[in-house]
């Protein structure tokens, strides 16, 4: 079972933020958190990860508790090609063949 | 680069045939894998190579199943005999060497049908 939880769905309108939170609270203190998307009839794709410290790329942020229980992953301006599957998930470096893909969040970005 | 490659694109199929599907990963990656998609079961990782030999193999649901890695630029994964609950959406997937920083990049997937 995906060791994170993460809401069902969420809608964003086009231009704003996209805030899609994530909660692992049974985390350990070597697992990162990794972000996937995955747009219909796509394979996923890797968006940002991070073990402490809060990160930024040019797809997304990244914030990240300070207790490490949960994050947030920031679309700073989303944009209807945004709308996929989000997947939050946990693992330890070098686990890419024990990342454990569980629901994901729809955000649906709309006009 | 033109990613990770996988054919066919769709397959539709008979229950008790054998289906073949293939993968081209991104060159100069170490590592590969396949996964496979449904509704009721999400993504999930049936089996993964390093330097071409199978690593992991916990996750393929039966002996039916089978997936080989000749050399560094091509794997299959075989379904002999197919039957309809194996129709999913199965992707391939490479990375770089072993490390946290490193990413998987999937391929579009192969949207299986068993009928």
């Known amino acids: 079972d995906a060791k994170t939880t993460q809401p069902t769905s969420m809608d964003c309108a086009e231009g704003r933020a996209a805030n899609l939170p994530c909660n692992h609270s049974t985390i350990s203190g070597n697992e990162y958190v990794y972000w996937y998307r995955q747009i219909h009839s796509q394979g996923p794709q890797y968006i940002i990860h991070g073990l402490k410290n809060n990160e930024t790329n040019e797809m997304a942020s990244l914030i990240i508790t300070e207790d490490r229980k949960s994050s947030t992953l920031i679309l700073p301006h989303a944009t209807l090609r945004d709308t996929a599957v989000y997947y939050c998930?946990?693992?330890?470096?070098?686990?890419?063949?024990?990342?454990?893909f569980g629901k994901g969040t729809k955000l649906s970005v709309k006009p | 680069d033109a990613g990770v490659i996988q054919s066919p694109r769709h397959e539709v199929t008979e229950m008790g045939q054998e289906v073949t599907l293939r993968c081209k990963p991104i060159?100069?990656?170490?590592?590969l894998f396949w996964y496979r998609q449904t509704m009721m079961r999400g993504l999930e990782l049936l089996i993964y190579?390093?330097?071409?030999?199978?690593?992991?193999d916990s996750g393929m649901p039966e002996d039916r199943f089978s997936a080989k890695m000749p050399n560094a630029s091509f794997s299959t994964l075989k379904i002999q005999p197919s039957e309809p609950r194996d129709s999913a959406v199965y992707f391939c997937a490479s990375s770089p060497t072993w490390g946290a920083h490193e990413k998987l990049f999937f391929g579009s997937g192969t949207q299986l049908s068993v009928l």
């Open positions: 998930i946990t693992g330890y470096g070098g686990s890419q063949g024990n990342l454990i």
């Open positions: 060159s100069g990656h170490d590592y």
């Open positions: 190579f390093n330097n071409n030999v199978p690593i992991d």
